[in-house]
């Protein structure tokens, strides 16, 4: 007899289900009252309006206990099977099949959720001391109620500085991670204490304090850190915060925000401040407070039918081993984005773990949260002692209109989270590809888009369905998911519960309120996607097996977007497979905002079919793109043109007073925006003419500071990329089409895997390479192709100026952030100067006359030697090479050394015999050790008449080279027993071969003696080279070189005293 209180109206039974909604069986639309339950096969309810039934016969099967009712459907199937033949083999097979399904759907009823219980403490807190005042039970109470005061504090941090002070500072830190993973007293408080560090610990004194101040606070703190006293750290800190204000968000300091962003190479947080995604934080107010407690709903019980059975796979304990000390540094270095609750952002975890200053106390460090990273993926720990862990900052935005909830999680657990992703990113890619491509598949957004538009265009789709689910991450359900991974993914598993079991601590931002994540996934945790995805896979197999396999639906999801594409009527079927199973693992699609785009032949039956969801024969976005008619695509281009337009008009407004900030935000930042768009999206070059305009009238004139007008050579010039002498701001009605065609080729075998519906799918990394390896070579010879096309329209001088702007090296200027911290910072005039001289372009509001007599012009101030500017690049570029020597470790650095005198040694003919002769470097144990090394730079200008009538950049590279070698190498091999390297450059930046050997040798001395890769020490050496040798040809430009005007009084003739007073 089946449960009678399931035939109640639906009033009584939402309670019962608590308020998990359903669907019609019949007219699909959500079930919310006055329905029933078929008893037969299907096991759906139905509005008593479509059930067929009058109102009495609704009342009377309501209350009486033993009534039963099945559907039409099910009854006719009933009727039939009662009429077949009892002999006949197929029926009584059916008979048996259908009691298997159904003792298999008791069985499933009957599951529990299995979630591995905690460990149990091993050691008590009780017999523990900290410092000299705190004790057992009073070091839990002293540690939360400094957590609970400190997450309350607005950001203020300095820098941590370097020193004994930092070291001191690294090494605490890595004490208490230790607590933890040793599993002592104290690692009931180990984490929270970590998080507590950086807001009582490093608490700027006042706004415009300086590293002294900060290491003699430092000190202090420290001092009373390792005492146990923090009530006089949290009365210092709390006196610190009253005092702090908060800044007025105008137009003018947007800008100011953005600009110090992009100096600190936060690029993406500072086009954040400016254009169509531009925000603010709203006010924690009553309204805001109840959207951002509906967003993060209670626990819901896990739904028959969605756990998972059979036996768990052992995982090695082993394969974790790959995480250690270097992949956490690793992964702290490729890490950005705000802080946590602690305070400590992206930058400060960076610095702690990577850099030089601390030496072994950062390796340490690094290595125990490595240690502590393999025990939450190996052992089932107490989740309250992983409460500071799993909390997050919680931002509500500003959605115009509504509520962005944005979770900022802690950057621990971030780095935590990528290095175990990056470990078991192929278990996770195994469990979920190639249907989900959300766990790590590279270009799996891209082939998701490209496979769907495939799946639409088959002669034998009707219709694709764009599914549009409701508060997705935050409504899966917990407790299904994390007994479903032990199964998809069980490398994965015990990490999540570990992490998932207990709910997050939530503190919203500027208010003293917080909430509870108890479903879904966190945001703030890199492990987070992965998550979703695994825990998706029953729900994706389950939609997949309601059709036939002769007309199946081909799905695709990515994350909670789920897309199919098939006939109408197993489309349908899809559909309520989505409507009826998804709410068991907490996904819940939205009709409303569900998209189908049908054929237009099928437009009049899909809106019978699909009464409640939107319909369009033209198509809609999806994930970025748009699928459908050209129609449709030229609708949605021009929405999104009109929005880049404005975004380029802010960057524009921006670029007249800070040209390289802009330049940087377009070509790291706002230029994604439609290169996905263009990678995506196929035959849309013709609507991109209203954006290339946009860049060509308004952008590139503001950074440039001049106007090229209708000048299409120069624009083909900067449309070439940056190694090539152009600015890399590409021309995008070219390269539309060529980038689309890139990403198909790119992602074509998991495109495939898609359209075939394929099971499993091997993410073959070496294929993958050899075909970006073979991409990058196309899109070199497609920009020689366009480079050979400029070069053509040139005349002699300006080949020569871009062949000097294409050699290595010279544009990594350009191509770098605008770091303020590495000297990467350039002011207006400078870098508008700086392109002048790229370009050869004439010097805005410079003297026509130099004071020597001479027309100036750029060739000229850099060659003319009134005002000394020819020797300062020189010295300059002398001082930064024996600095970046002894950086690399090489003894015995020396400026202008004295040769050892000749004392009538035969020389050479041409060579420097005289004494006291001086070189510009000397060191020992760069080449050999011990052996010194002598350096003598120069630094010529190329499009001088002497040089530029030597030919090409090479040849004059190597005149001066034996220039150099002529003079000095036979002395200092035969002398001075050692050897003679010319440090050969030009004003645009190039090198000799001579230079070029040296500096990769520098390189590698350099990532040998800090460990970083030996790529980065080069491009670093390259940029501060680049850099100090820029600025010192650009002040050549503007210097004064003349007499001082003799109008003004000198100050030393003043009488002071003797000032008119009125």
């Known amino acids: 007899m089946p449960d009678t209180r399931k035939m109640d109206t639906r009033s009584r039974v939402v309670k019962r289900i608590e308020n998990i909604a359903d669907i019609c069986g019949y007219c699909s639309k959500e079930v919310m009252y006055d329905c029933i339950l078929c008893e037969g096969m299907c096991g759906r309810w139905f509005h008593s309006a479509c059930s067929g039934l009058s109102e009495l016969e609704f009342k009377d099967l309501s209350e009486n206990e033993d009534s039963e009712w ?29 009691r298997q399904v159904e003792e298999r759907r008791q069985v499933e009823e009957s599951i529990q959720p299995s979630i591995p219980t905690p460990a149990t403490p091993t050691s008590n807190i009780e017999n523990c001391r900290w410092g000299n005042s705190l004790k057992g039970d009073d070091i839990i109470k002293a540690v939360n109620d400094a957590y609970s005061e400190t997450i309350k504090w607005k950001i203020n941090l300095f820098k941590i500085p370097s020193g004994k002070s930092g070291k001191r500072l690294i090494e605490e830190m890595s004490k208490i991670v230790g607590y933890y993973i040793n599993g002592t007293g104290m690692e009931e408080v180990a984490i929270k204490l970590l998080m ?37 750290l949290l009365r210092e800190g709390m006196e610190i915060q009253k005092r702090l204000t908060k800044g007025k968000k105008t137009e003018e300091n947007k800008e100011k925000v953005f600009v110090r ?52 796979q052992n995982v090695e304990d082993v394969i974790y081993e790959n995480i250690d000390g270097d992949l956490i540094e690793l992964c702290a270095r490729k890490m950005s984005g705000s802080a946590g609750p602690s305070g400590l952002d992206a930058d400060g975890w960076k610095r702690i773990l990577c850099s030089k200053q601390f030496s072994s106390k950062s390796k340490q460090l690094a290595e125990n949260i490595a240690a502590m990273a393999r025990k939450l993926c190996t052992k089932n720990v107490i989740p309250e002692h992983l409460e500071a862990y799993t909390a997050c900052r919680l931002i509500p935005l500003d959605k115009k209109p509504g509520v962005r909830p944005v979770g900022i999680g802690e950057v621990l657990r971030r780095i935590i989270g990528k290095a175990i992703s990056r470990v ?37 789709t009707e219709a694709i369905i764009l599914v549009d689910a409701d508060n997705a991450f935050n409504r899966l359900n917990r407790t299904a998911a994390l007994h479903n991974i032990q199964f998809i993914c069980p490398e994965i598993a015990t990490y999540l519960i570990n992490t998932y079991r207990n709910p997050a601590r939530l503190f919203i931002s500027n208010s003293d309120k917080e909430l509870l994540s108890e479903e879904g996934v966190t945001q703030g945790d890199n492990c987070a996607m992965g998550k979703y995805s695994c825990s998706l896979m029953p729900l994706v197999q389950t939609v997949a097996q309601s059709t036939s396999d002769a007309s199946k639906v081909k799905q695709v999801w990515y994350a909670d977007d789920a897309a199919g594409g098939g006939k109408l009527e197993e489309v349908l079927r899809w559909w309520e497979k989505l409507n009826e199973t998804g709410p068991l693992f907490g996904y819940y699609p939205k009709p409303a905002k569900t998209w189908l785009i049908v054929k237009p032949h099928c437009k009049e039956k899909a809106e019978k079919m699909f009464p409640d969801l939107q319909i369009s024969e033209v198509g809609h976005r999806y994930l970025g793109s748009f699928i459908g008619t050209e129609e449709g695509t030229k609708t949605f281009l021009d929405s999104k043109v009109d929005e880049w337009i404005n975004d380029i008009e802010d960057l524009a407004d921006i670029a007249k007073r800070e040209p390289q900030a802009a330049y940087s935000a377009f070509n790291y930042g706002l230029s994604k925006r439609w290169n996905y768009v263009c990678r995506t999206t196929p035959g849309i070059s013709q609507h991109l003419r209203r954006l290339e305009y946009k860049i060509q009238e308004s952008f590139i004139p503001a ?22 002498g152009g600015l890399g701001i590409y021309d995008l009605s070219l390269m539309s089409d060529l980038e689309y065609e890139y990403s198909c080729k790119v992602t074509l075998d998991l495109t495939e895997a898609i359209y075939n519906q394929h099971q499993d799918f091997f993410d073959d990394q070496e294929k993958l390479v050899e075909i970006k390896t073979e991409i990058r070579k196309s899109r070199e010879e497609f920009f020689k192709e366009r480079k050979e096309e400029v070069t053509n329209d040139l005349n002699e001088t300006q080949k020569l100026q871009l062949d000097l702007t294409s050699e290595k090296g010279a544009s990594s200027w350009l191509s770098s952030l605008p770091l303020k ?26 003297a026509r006359k130099c004071v020597c007599g001479s027309d100036n012009s750029i060739n000229h101030s850099l060659i003319c030697k009134r005002g000394g500017y020819v020797s300062l690049r020189h010295n300059s570029l002398r001082d930064v090479i024996a600095e970046l020597l002894e950086t690399a470790g090489c003894k015995d650095v020396t400026t202008e050394p004295l040769l050892i005198p000749v004392n009538g040694r035969e020389l050479p003919a041409g060579a420097n015999k005289a004494d006291g002769a001086r070189l510009d470097v000397s060191a020992r144990s760069v080449w050999n050790p011990l052996e010194r090394a002598f350096l003598d730079v120069r630094v010529f200008h190329a499009q001088a008449p002497s040089n530029k009538a030597l030919g090409s950049p090479t040849t004059m590279y190597n005149s001066h080279e034996r220039q150099k070698k002529n003079l000095y190498n036979k002395r200092i091999v035969e002398v001075e027993h050692g050897t003679f390297t010319p440090i050969v450059l030009s004003t645009t930046g ?50 004064e070189r003349g007499l001082k005007s003799s109008s003004a009084v000198k100050i030393a003739e003043l009488d ?7």
């Open 990 to 1039: 190039g090198m000799g071969r001579e230079a070029n050997k040296f500096f990769k040798k520098l390189a590698d001395k350099l990532s040998r003696k800090s460990g970083q890769r030996y790529s980065e020490a080069m491009t670093f050496i390259r940029k501060r080279v680049r850099f100090d040798l820029l600025r010192t040809t650009v002040i050549a430009l503007r210097g």
């Open 70 to 98: 099945s559907c039409q459907r099910c009854s006719k199937e009933k009727k039939s099977n009662e009429e077949e033949d009892e002999d006949n083999p197929i029926t009584e097979a059916i008979r048996v099949l259908r």
């Open 821 to 846: 911290s590495f000297g990467f910072c350039l002011n207006k005039q400078e870098f508008n100067d700086a392109l002048a001289l790229r370009y050869n372009f004439g010097i805005k509001d410079a």
């Open 703 to 724: 950074i440039l500071d001049r106007s090229f007008g209708t000048d299409q050579t120069s624009r083909k010039l900067f449309a070439l990329p940056v190694k090539e």
């Open 424 to 460: 078991l990113q192929s278990d996770m890619v195994g469990a979920t590809a190639p249907i989900q491509v959300c766990a790590g598949l590279s270009g799996g957004v891209e082939a998701a888009v490209h496979g769907l538009r495939r799946i639409f265009n088959d002669d034998e």
């Open 196 to 232: 507590v560090m950086p807001p009582l610990l490093l608490q700027k004194p006042s706004k415009k304090s300086k590293t002294k101040k900060h290491v003699e606070y430092l000190e202090k703190r420290l001092k009373w850190w390792t005492d146990g006293d923090l009530q006089s």
């Open 261 to 312: 962003l992009m100096l600190q190479g936060k690029v993406s947080n500072a086009m954040r401040w400016i254009g169509s995604q531009a925000t603010s934080v709203l006010d924690v107010t009553p309204d805001v407070m109840k959207t951002l407690k509906d967003k993060h709903p209670p626990p819901t019980p896990a739904g028959k039918g969605s756990l998972l059975l059979g036996a768990k």
């Open 1056 to 1062: 002071i005293n003797l000032e008119p007073v009125l």
